[in-house]
């Protein structure tokens, strides 16, 4: 039976809800599942974990050394709390993408990508070629199956459990070449982008970093997101953390509204999962209308203010 341990991501005292997703797919497999929780002060992020539907026990690991995620500082205490584990799932957020890599390194084994679909313990589907195409990897039945998991493709599993919460120690030696310095992140009182529910989005059809205005204003009236398209962010209007698509971030928000996007498939690649797409462009024929479910056509200038009116 497998027996999986899922890597706990959290930031300024709260778990990431791509954790919850990563659970789910670990329940796709079947087995024990276990959340490991590596801080500093692990209590409160191990609360939160132990609610999540499926999971079995929240194993903690406490050093002033896991203050912040360092993926060459979590990555070996990682790999020795994997031993006896035949599985260890990591979210496919930038965090994971850092840190999953070095432990499988570690552990002597090939990762497994953007993983979105389970066929078996040892068998699972991901997206190549910007998602144009889907492959299917075995992964050897002897080996430790190292994977990120594409949240986008699944659901948060429920709340309402309790787990049991362990303290677990480690005995591995941490690196002396890699340290923390600081960390520059944008602050906003919006949702953050990769796990909002709504998600408002501009592109370059927006023209100007001045013009992004009425998007925040319309992001604001739904409780939304901000995001961008890779033309916007090149023409300087947003940073680049905003970007949505295959070279920015992959996102499933059950309403996306794309304002002034034409829809390149970079950008197609990072929405593909979002429940209801509304596209607004000037341009009839833009790609963002083929996979739209609701499409208005017209001056955005004109339109979000009318939307604005109708939200109240």
């Known amino acids: ?39 500093a002060d692990p209590a409160a992020i191990a609360a939160q974990a132990a609610q999540i539907a499926g999971v079995g026990k929240v194993l903690t690991v406490a050093n002033p050394a896991n203050e912040h995620a360092v993926a060459q500082v979590q990555a070996p ?11 260890v799932f990591g979210a496919s957020t930038t965090t994971g993408k850092d840190l999953m890599p070095a432990v499988a390194a570690l552990l002597g084994v090939n990762q497994v990508s953007d993983l979105m679909a389970v066929e078996g313990p040892h068998t699972f589907k991901r997206p190549i070629y910007a998602g144009n195409a889907i492959i299917t990897v075995e992964v050897p039945a002897d080996q430790v199956v190292v994977a990120t998991v594409r949240a986008a493709s699944w659901p948060e599993a429920a709340k309402g459990n309790n787990a049991a919460v362990e303290a677990i120690s480690v005995d591995a030696t941490l690196p002396s070449h890699t340290r923390f310095v600081g960390l520059a992140a944008g602050k906003s009182d919006r949702p953050d ?120």
């Open 1 to 39: 039976m497998a027996k999986i341990l899922v890597i706990a991501e959290h930031l300024d005292g709260k778990l990431n809800s791509a954790v919850a997703k990563t659970v789910s797919a670990a329940a796709a497999i079947g087995g024990d599942i276990d959340v490991l929780v590596l801080a």
């Open 77 to 87: 205490q990682i790999a020795k709390a994997a031993t006896g584990y035949s599985h």
């Open 193 to 312: 982008l990769q796990s909002a529910k709504r998600v408002v989005s501009g592109g370059r059809g927006v023209g100007s970093e001045e013009n992004f205005k009425v998007i925040y204003q319309l992001a604001d009236k739904l409780g939304a997101a901000v995001g961008a398209s890779r033309a916007a962010v090149d023409a300087g209007y947003v940073p680049s953390d905003m970007q949505v698509g295959q070279t920015g971030k992959i996102i499933a928000p059950e309403l996306y509204v794309a304002v002034g996007i034409s829809g390149a498939i970079q950008h197609l690649t990072g929405i593909k999962d979002a429940g209801t797409i509304v596209a607004i462009n000037k341009d009839g024929d833009a790609p963002i209308f083929e996979v739209a479910d609701i499409g208005l056509v017209g001056d955005l200038f004109a339109i979000l203010p009318e939307l604005e009116a109708a939200l109240g």
